[in-house]
């Protein structure tokens, strides 16, 4: 049984940085990808950076280049997303989610790819 565990979440003020965790467990295979989606009120979930178990190449979207990082330590199985020069228009609950075993290190940003996820983590940045 898969389970995601998040923590780190939190109120910081706009240019504020917060770190977000995830902690993975229950997987029989090394190969899978891992993401953060995060959704906002009245908005949809939208895939914020994945990574792939295996190496490969990370991936994060354009409003958060350059601010966010995603990485995971391969010993701990966990998953982390660095988010620093916070905006207001940055909050949302922000949730880790993974696929299950795939062999191609390309790593989708669909929501419906991913079959497991965590409980969600509130990350509210105020002006």
């Known amino acids: 049984q898969v389970q995601l565990v998040e923590s780190g979440g939190g109120s910081v003020q706009a240019g504020g940085s917060l770190r977000l965790s995830c902690a993975a467990s229950g997987y029989a295979y090394p190969s899978y990808c891992m993401g953060w989606f995060r959704q906002a009120p009245g908005k949809e979930r939208e895939g914020v950076a994945t990574i792939y178990t295996n190496g490969g190449p990370t991936y994060v979207t354009d409003s958060v280049k350059g601010r966010f990082a995603i990485s995971r330590d391969t010993a701990k199985g966990t998953l982390y997303l660095q988010m620093n020069s916070l905006k207001p228009e940055d909050t949302a609950v922000y949730y880790c989610?993974?696929?299950?075993?795939?062999?191609?290190?390309?790593?989708?940003?669909?929501?419906?790819?991913?079959?497991?996820w965590g409980q969600g983590t509130q990350v509210t940045v105020s002006s």
């Open positions: 989610a993974a696929t299950g075993f795939r062999l191609s290190s390309y790593c989708p940003t669909g929501s419906v790819e991913y079959p497991y």
